[in-house]
């Protein structure tokens, strides 16, 4: 596979999938570096960013445009890189859109107090390609868990932000 995949910003599922496959299983730790992994094959020029300086980016750069949640399933499934992310203190949290039939969220189990329980449902939600260097389970998936899960919160979920990468075509 070229290091640029497409030099109209689309590329096919399968490729999608598999450098976010890459992503999840070189990064497992690292939400930044996860998504870095892809981006770098859509634009090699762009330097690694921590999560909130990725945020930061993204919103003022003209080759990433804001897209709504409605729009996600279907531009992921064109092949198109879309980046979704939430700035924290002292870490943010940035994670893929993944390829695929959209899914109920939750269903995953987790602890909580020394407790084991299972995430109710939200929704149906596009898939996810996450990691983290927390121990929260929704922030872990490769296409398994939901853009929700990564943040297991409606408050919090209201609050996430998405945008896809839209490269120079030299028109």
């Not at 299983?25 to 300086?53: D, L, M």
């Not at 870490?91 to 939750?106: A, D, E, R």
């Amino acid at each position: 596979m070229p290091d640029v995949l497409n030099p109209s910003g689309t590329v096919s599922v399968a490729d999608l999938k598999k450098v976010a496959d890459e992503a999840y299983e070189k990064h497992p730790g690292s939400c930044s570096h996860a998504v870095w992994h892809v981006i770098k094959r859509y634009a090699p020029e762009q330097p690694y960013r921590t999560a909130n300086s990725l945020i930061a980016f993204m919103t003022g750069d003209k080759h990433w445009k804001e897209v709504p949640v409605s729009d996600l399933n279907e531009r992921v499934n064109r092949g198109e890189l879309i980046v979704g992310g939430l700035t924290d203190q002292p870490n943010g949290h940035v994670i893929l859109v993944y390829p695929g039939t959209p899914k109920p969220s939750g269903g995953y189990a987790y602890t909580r107090k020394g407790k084991s329980l299972t995430m109710p449902a939200r929704g149906m939600y596009p898939r996810a390609m996450s990691t983290s260097l927390g121990n929260w389970a929704g922030a872990k998936s490769k296409g398994d868990k939901t853009i929700w899960d990564a943040w297991a919160s409606d408050e919090k979920f209201a609050q996430v932000k998405f945008w896809r990468y839209e490269p120079d075509t030299g028109k």
